[in-house]
């Protein structure tokens, strides 16, 4: 599969898919029930694993897929950075120190997984201390195309008092490249904030697109997700152990 995008005809998701987005109560009650039972789903390592939420959300809305990694053998965390408003120099220094400390404390390379902006986030953590990274795993994050082709803007500008958001368009293109560890983009098409198109990860020998279906808020608690994890997780394991 070509994985290379033209983004001069990537948009934003339609109405369709923005409205489809209403769905996910539903989604949220079918995952709490069906994480109560998780026989099904292949057994960890203890390693750890670090969680970041997007855009406008913390730790709180990653709880559910966090506590789940953890009843399946990982040492989950969440990032302890608060509410995710965007990337500033105290965030970016509190991420390097707690990667650190969590490989240095489990003495394990560590998954980061991102959600939304968060995957964003986790790509360039891993491009700037990939000695200290296992996996990145990004969902629904917007990393290729075009850095418009989403519905967040309006959230954009408020958060940034009316203003819209100045576009870097040339970092944006440097940071399409993956960062040199292994990688795994999960994507939905239902996706209504950011086109699926621009959550791939462009093809190399250490990349690879899962496709999973269900809504872009609903990825946190999507129990297709939850079962890719824990497969990537489970084969980076198995591939450790033989080393």
Known sequence: MNNKLNSDVLRPPSLRLLLGEARVPLEVLRFLAAIRRLDDLPRGDGHPVMLVPGFGADDWVMSGLRGALCKLGYQAVGWEQGRNLGMRPDIRQNLVRRLASLQSRHQSKVTLIGWSLGGVFVRELA?????????????????????????????????????????????????????????????????????????????????????????????????????????????????????
């Open 127 to 243: 491009r700037a201390q990939p000695e200290q990274v296992r996996r990145v795993i990004t969902m629904g994050s917007p990393i290729n195309g075009d850095p418009e082709a989403n519905n967040m803007m309006p959230l954009f500008r408020l958060a940034n008092r009316g203003r819209a958001p100045k576009m870097d368009r040339e970092g944006f293109e440097r940071r399409k490249l993956a960062p040199p560890v292994p990688c795994t983009a999960i994507y939905s098409r239902d996706d209504g904030i950011v086109a699926w198109q621009a959550s791939l990860e462009e093809s190399a020998p250490n990349t690879e697109n899962i496709e999973v279906r269900g809504t872009h808020f609903g990825l946190v608690t999507n129990l297709q997700v939850l079962r890719v994890l824990a497969e990537v997780l489970t084969r980076d394991a198995k591939i450790s152990d033989r080393r």
